[in-house]
């Protein structure tokens, strides 16, 4: 029987990895008794973590939501810095720990208050890919008070770059949160300049209270993809990039999808999915970029990347019926071979 530290961790794991876990389960797990699974929940609720017992045949525990973050008992400043910093490494492509800080950010949300939960909740980053460089820092908190106005549709005001006296702040409708290049942007409608503008959130200085609420505008070409591909690609048109781009809704994890796409843009969901817009020379070959992911595949548009995909599926159904046949003109079923 492990020590009881080294149990107490190792039950802790558990809990975390699964909604409900059966008291019998838990203790064949630990190789311990039922009696010892008892006594070391009650150990971990003393420690503050919440611990709910589960009506069934033979019992259970679901570690809940709690009132702090025990045993390491973070302040809130530290709590949101924590799930922002995980939130920035679960959407950089590239750098081989985004999907362990995705898992690390379900983990800390899980037993993280709900007045903190609901906080982080309201950041929603889309993850642009391009070769990265040095980041700008930015503060935390500007990012978390720019995805509740997101949410909130509630106008900001703010100093933007060197701030003067003598220059009023700046009002704009944001629209949404994202990452390029290793540095955070909000796209947002610009009150003063009437336009659309992507200001750089190292350089947003934010002024309270925020505006009045107001009616999300429609984006030039429609999503935020393709806008803020035109935008820092200095095109007035997005889909000059490619000859052919289109969207699809994977069922798949954001931070997954953004570290294999070089040249595309990737809007995390929720739940498990994204929504992937990519471009390509042609329709076949964008279908297949977006086939070579494990997944289920919802096609947004445009019609003419749903054909692209029926012409490969019809492609390689051919193929694979033609390899079939072939390999039992060569080796029939032992069924088939005829007696002598």
């Known amino acids: 029987m492990p020590k009881t530290s080294a149990r107490l961790l190792a039950l802790l794991s558990l809990l975390q990895a699964r909604r409900d876990w059966p008291g019998t389960l838990l203790a064949e797990r630990l190789d311990v008794s039922l009696r010892t699974v008892r006594r070391d929940v009650d150990r971990l609720r003393e420690l503050g973590y919440p611990i709910a017992a589960v009506k069934g045949p033979d019992g259970g525990y679901r570690l809940g939501a709690g009132a702090e973050l025990p045993p390491l008992l973070f302040d809130d400043e530290q709590a949101v810095a924590l799930t922002v910093a995980l939130q920035v490494a679960a959407t950089t492509p590239g750098n081989g720990l985004a999907e362990a800080a995705a898992r690390a950010l379900h983990t ?178 964008l279908a297949a970029a977006v086939a070579r992911f494990d997944a289920d595949i919802d096609v947004v548009g445009p019609e003419d990347l749903a054909h692209a995909f029926a012409h490969l599926a019809r492609r390689f159904t051919g193929t694979a019926d033609r390899f079939i046949g072939a390999r039992h003109r060569r080796d029939p079923p032992r069924g088939a071979q005829r007696e002598r």
């Open 108 to 285: 800390i949300r899980q037993v993280m208050p709900a007045r903190l939960r609901r906080r982080v909740d309201d950041l929603h980053v889309t993850a642009v890919e391009r070769p990265a460089r040095d980041a700008a820092p930015v503060d935390g908190g500007v990012l978390l008070a720019i995805s509740a106005a997101v949410r909130a549709r509630q106008v900001l005001r703010f100093d933007y770059g060197a701030v003067s006296a003598d220059v009023p702040p700046r009002r704009a409708e944001p629209h949404h949160v994202i990452t390029w290049d290793g540095r955070w942007y909000l796209v947002a409608w610009d009150l003063d300049r009437d336009d659309w503008r992507v200001f750089r959130a190292d350089r947003i200085a934010l002024r309270t209270p925020n505006g009045p609420r107001f009616t999300p505008r429609a984006l030039p070409g429609g999503d935020v993809a393709g806008y803020v591909v035109a935008t820092f690609r200095g095109s007035a048109d997005a889909s000059g990039a490619w000859p052919c781009q289109g969207t699809v809704i994977l069922d798949l994890p954001a931070a997954t999808v953004a570290r294999y796409t070089r040249d595309g843009v990737v809007e995390d969901l929720g739940a498990g999915r994204c929504r992937l817009t990519l471009g390509s020379w042609s329709w076949p070959g």
